[in-house]
């Protein structure tokens, strides 16, 4: 008997084990990978979502709330009428609690001013905690079948850092395949298939506004027989055999630098971002004065230096000031007169 406790056991510690994996393989698969705050917020938000359905379901089916009650070790003195309640609770307050944290997920400059667009959000966020649920529920079902394909064609996957507005979406992904283009590797635009598709069009309709900046209304993908190129707002997925993945990842890494996807987070990283932008269209350009642009890029430096960003912001934007400096000697070695 012993042993069959034991075994049992085991097996519901795997089971958890696999659910948290395949829960988190789904939330990468809406919104792909984001910075590790929003990664917080998000995961609290899906999570609260599926014990919303329960919730939900357990106070419209009397029947299921007595079978959900089963599962759950119930103390002797509590009345089953009392845990209802508490699920009618549960059902009201956590949208609340959703729309509070869709509130955090964006920018400080683009959250509500008053409380009158705040109690707008949290009203906003019964929709979205219905649409979220719908959405993870149809995406713990297409995930694994997704992930069984690529272990099948020995597939990898990779994710590059990236924050694209919805209005140069469609820019980002024309550079994308032009800097593939450049490099000898031809893919073709398609929109991404239905399984990614349906997921962020039931979030956006469901959610509204507040969930554009994290899912792509024309989600769109760079293909061809060896490679998958996704592009989320919040993250690009390459995936393709590993040699090639590599290989991409290092081009798009390089190419995307200067385009209008941010490779930063945080707004006071992305203003440099603007900033190192700005300096490299100026060196492309020959008859541009260097002098001024010299003294920016030496401002830039210096508040580098002084930075008290997160390493991995700090490192994008210093890579990002060395090819801006690699581009300023260049242009200065070209307008030098030739030696006598």
Same mark, same amino acid.
């Not at 009392?82 to 964006?106: C, F, K």
């Not at 272990?151 to 990898?156: D, K, V």
């Not at 930075?307 to 000697?329: D, G, N, T």
């Given at each position: 008997?012993?042993?069959?406790?034991?075994?049992?056991?085991l097996?519901?510690?795997?089971?958890?084990r696999?659910?948290n994996?395949?829960?988190?393989?789904?939330?990468?698969a809406?919104?792909?990978?984001?910075?590790?705050?929003?990664?917080?917020?998000?995961?609290?938000?899906?999570?609260?979502?599926?014990?919303?359905?329960?919730? !939900?379901?357990?106070?419209?089916?009397?029947?299921?709330?007595?079978?959900?009650?089963?599962?759950?070790?119930?103390?002797?003195?509590?009345?089953?009428?009392?845990?209802?309640? %508490?699920?009618?609770?549960?059902?009201?307050?956590?949208p609340?609690?959703?729309?509070?944290?869709?509130?955090?997920?964006?920018?400080?400059?683009k959250?509500? !001013?008053?409380?009158?667009?705040?109690?707008?959000?949290?009203?906003?966020? +019964?929709?979205?905690?219905?649409?979220?649920?719908?959405?993870?529920?149809?995406?713990?079902?297409?995930?694994?079948?997704?992930?069984l394909q690529d *272990?099948?064609?020995r597939?990898?996957?990779?994710?590059?850092?990236?924050v694209?507005?919805?209005k140069?979406?469609?820019?980002?992904?024309?550079?994308?395949?032009?800097a593939?283009?450049?490099?000898?590797?031809?893919?073709?635009?398609?929109?991404?298939?239905?399984?990614?598709?349906?997921?962020?069009?039931?979030?956006?309709?469901?959610?509204?506004d507040?969930?554009?900046?994290?899912?792509?209304?024309?989600?769109?993908?760079?293909?061809?027989?060896?490679?998958?190129?996704?592009?989320?707002?919040?993250?690009?997925?390459?995936?393709?055999?590993?040699?090639?993945?590599?290989?991409?990842?290092?081009?798009?890494?390089?190419?995307?630098?200067?385009t209008?996807? +941010?490779?930063?987070?945080?707004?006071?990283?992305?203003?440099?971002?603007?900033? %190192?932008?700005?300096?490299?269209?100026?060196?492309?350009?020959?008859?541009?004065?260097?002098?001024? !642009?010299?003294?920016?890029?030496?401002?830039?430096e210096?508040?580098?230096?002084?930075?008290?960003?997160?390493?991995?912001?700090?490192?994008?934007?210093?890579?990002?000031?060395l090819?801006?400096?690699?581009? *300023?000697?260049?242009?200065?070695?070209?307008r030098?007169?030739?030696?006598?």
């Amino acid at each position: 008997m012993a042993i069959l406790e034991a075994l049992i056991a085991l097996i519901a510690r795997s089971a958890g084990r696999i659910l948290n994996t395949v829960f988190a393989w789904a939330t990468t698969a809406i919104f792909g990978k984001v910075p590790h705050r929003k990664q917080i917020y998000l995961s609290i938000i899906a999570f609260s979502s599926i014990l919303w359905i329960f919730a !939900a379901l357990g106070i419209i089916m009397p029947r299921f709330g007595a079978w959900m009650l089963t599962l759950v070790h119930i103390p002797d003195w509590m009345d089953a009428t009392w845990v209802r309640l %508490l699920m009618l609770l549960a059902a009201l307050l956590i949208p609340v609690a959703n729309g509070e944290l869709a509130i955090r997920l964006t920018g400080p400059s683009k959250r509500p !001013a008053n409380w009158e667009q705040r109690a707008g959000m949290w009203a906003k966020g +019964y929709a979205a905690t219905v649409g979220l649920s719908l959405t993870l529920l149809f995406t713990l079902i297409i995930v694994p079948a997704m992930k069984l394909q690529d *272990a099948f064609r020995r597939w990898a996957s990779a994710h590059v850092p990236i924050v694209v507005a919805p209005k140069h979406y469609l820019s980002v992904l024309g550079a994308l395949q032009d800097a593939l283009e450049r490099s000898g590797i031809r893919t073709r635009r398609r929109p991404a298939s239905w399984t990614m598709l349906l997921p962020s069009r039931i979030l956006v309709v469901f959610g509204g506004d507040a969930w554009q900046q994290l899912v792509a209304t024309q989600l769109s993908q760079l293909r061809s027989r060896e490679l998958e190129v996704l592009l989320h707002p919040s993250d690009l997925v390459i995936r393709g055999k590993p040699a090639m993945v590599s290989r991409v990842q290092a081009i798009l890494t390089e190419q995307l630098a200067f385009t209008r996807a +941010y490779m930063t987070w945080h707004e006071d990283a992305q203003a440099v971002e603007d900033r %190192l932008r700005e300096l490299w269209g100026w060196f492309q350009d020959e008859d541009a004065s260097d002098e001024d !642009a010299l003294r920016e890029l030496s401002r830039i430096e210096e508040q580098l230096r002084q930075s008290k960003l997160p390493f991995e912001q700090w490192e994008v934007l210093f890579r990002k000031w060395l090819m801006v400096e690699c581009a *300023a000697l260049r242009s200065l070695h070209v307008r030098a007169p030739a030696p006598r």
